[in-house]
């Protein structure tokens, strides 16, 4: 497992890391959201809505390199196509990890200054 499935993993056993489409748009629109996941196999849809609703909030939206099956298995789930990081902290954490040019993932959304 890479160092960034890791800390999601730390990160949902802390309870700051929330899963599916209907709970990340909650927890964003509450203000509780401070990142927003994708697998890299995530539908056009959840693609979309999950575009539209990081330039609503201004979170940070990042696609992950692995697949929805992959990032469930890292998360004790089946499969995770959306996540949200509830936490400041771990969202910083996570974000320093995926700016990393190794990580593989991609910045679909930054934060709107």
Same mark, same amino acid.
């Given at each position: 497992?890479?160092? $960034?499935?890791?800390?999601?993993? /730390?990160?949902?056993?802390?309870?700051?890391?929330?899963?599916?489409?209907?709970? @990340?748009?909650?927890? @964003?629109?509450?203000?509780?959201?401070?990142?927003?996941? $994708?697998?890299?196999?995530?539908?056009?849809?959840? @693609?979309?809505?999950?575009?539209? $609703?990081?330039?609503?909030?201004?979170?940070?939206?990042?696609?992950?390199?692995?697949?929805?099956?992959?990032?469930?298995?890292?998360?004790?789930?089946?499969?995770?196509?959306?996540?949200?990081?509830?936490?400041?902290?771990?969202?910083?954490?996570? $974000?320093?990890?995926?700016?990393?040019?190794?990580?593989?993932?991609?910045? @679909? /959304?930054?934060?709107?200054?």
């Amino acid at each position: 497992m890479n160092d $960034l499935l890791g800390s999601l993993g /730390l990160c949902k056993r802390a309870g700051a890391l929330r899963t599916g489409e209907d709970t @990340v748009r909650s927890e @964003v629109r509450s203000g509780r959201g401070k990142l927003i996941l $994708l697998s890299h196999d995530a539908g056009d849809g959840a @693609v979309k809505r999950a575009r539209a $609703l990081a330039h609503e909030t201004g979170i940070p939206l990042w696609r992950l390199p692995e697949g929805k099956n992959t990032l469930g298995a890292a998360l004790g789930l089946t499969m995770v196509s959306i996540a949200a990081v509830t936490d400041a902290g771990f969202a910083g954490m996570l $974000l320093k990890k995926l700016k990393d040019a190794g990580s593989g993932a991609e910045e @679909v /959304l930054g934060k709107e200054d």
